[in-house]
């Protein structure tokens, strides 16, 4: 259940830690040159026309959108303010994240952007929102990280999202499969999301693995003959079907988009090898090369 950090001293002390932390690191200058904390951090409430757009399907859902505060630091004039989905026991943080965390990185930002998820209880609900914002940076994924190892859930929505809201025709079922609260709604335990969908297998090679075994056919068969020999002898086929007599890294080129588009570069990779056992450069671009597609690498 979600805390504000005047109510759990234990599970405050992240975010205040945090800033003290910076404040005695880098001094108060520093903290003022990388942000304004009294403006920033004066609230982390949605703006009005969100909560308004939100407001009608939570309610339809049973739940009430009410202002959670939290205490982060002393050294703020008063408690910045957040959004909590509220219905009986469940409780949801919606939180505007603040444009700071969205710059450089800086030991300030990751300091707060750390102490966020610090400041509220475990088994907590976090969902982060940043006006005009499509995605987090690398230090805001890894704070969300260390917060989900320590038991408070966060999952961070584009901003887009509220269009689609805006746009859907069921928009109850639409709060409903966001903020996944199928489960919860009829008395059941929290929803266990699926795991994603395994990413496909890549069939073209990345522009440095081209690159490498591009270099590495041309070095170790330099003339269009012995390219000819290799892949007749060990791959079973031939390359006046593929591509005429010309330049040899032009014709290096087309066999690699050949077996790419057909299906056969990992037959190329193998006959080549085979071919040149003592190779060094298809050793090295084998290595770099992931085994998906028929090389050794990861």
């Known amino acids: 259940m979600i805390a504000s950090i005047a109510e759990a001293t234990a599970a405050s002390s992240g975010l205040r830690y945090a800033i003290d932390r910076a404040g005695q690191a880098f001094g108060p200058s520093s903290l003022e040159a990388s942000s304004d904390l009294d403006d920033v951090f004066a609230d982390f409430m949605l703006p009005p026309e969100v909560l308004d757009c939100l407001r009608p399907p939570f309610e339809q859902l049973g739940f009430a959108l009410e202002e959670g505060t939290l205490n982060l630091s002393p050294n703020l004039p008063a408690p910045p303010t957040y959004t909590v989905a509220r219905r009986g026991a469940l409780e949801l943080a919606l939180i505007r994240l603040p444009h700071v965390l969205f710059g450089a990185t800086t030991p300030v930002n990751v300091f707060i952007a750390n102490g966020i998820g610090y400041s509220f209880q475990k088994g907590a609900r976090l969902h982060l929102f940043a006006a005009d914002e499509d995605g987090t940076t690398e230090f805001l994924d890894t704070a969300i990280k260390s917060w989900t190892r320590d038991g408070v859930e966060a999952v961070f ?38 795991p994603p969908p395994e990413p496909a297998a890549p069939r073209e090679l990345d522009k440095d693995q081209f690159l490498a075994l591009l270099t590495a056919l041309t070095q170790a068969f330099p003339s269009y003959e012995e390219l000819q020999l290799m892949l007749r002898a060990h791959v079973g086929k031939r390359l006046a079907e593929i591509t005429p007599a010309d330049k040899l890294s032009f014709v290096v080129l087309d066999v690699i988009q050949a077996a790419e588009a057909n299906g056969w570069l990992r037959d190329l ?16 671009a084998a290595r770099k090369i992931p085994a998906a597609l028929g090389g050794e690498g990861p």
Do not use: K, Y
């Open 157 to 194: 929505h584009p901003w887009r999202r509220i269009a689609e809201l805006e746009a859907a025709r069921d928009r109850a079922a639409f709060v409903t499969r966001v903020f996944e609260l199928s489960s919860e709604l009829n008395g059941g335990p929290p929803a266990v999301a699926e």
């Open 269 to 284: 990779i193998a006959g080549a090898r085979a071919a040149a056992p003592g190779s060094t450069v298809l050793e090295e």
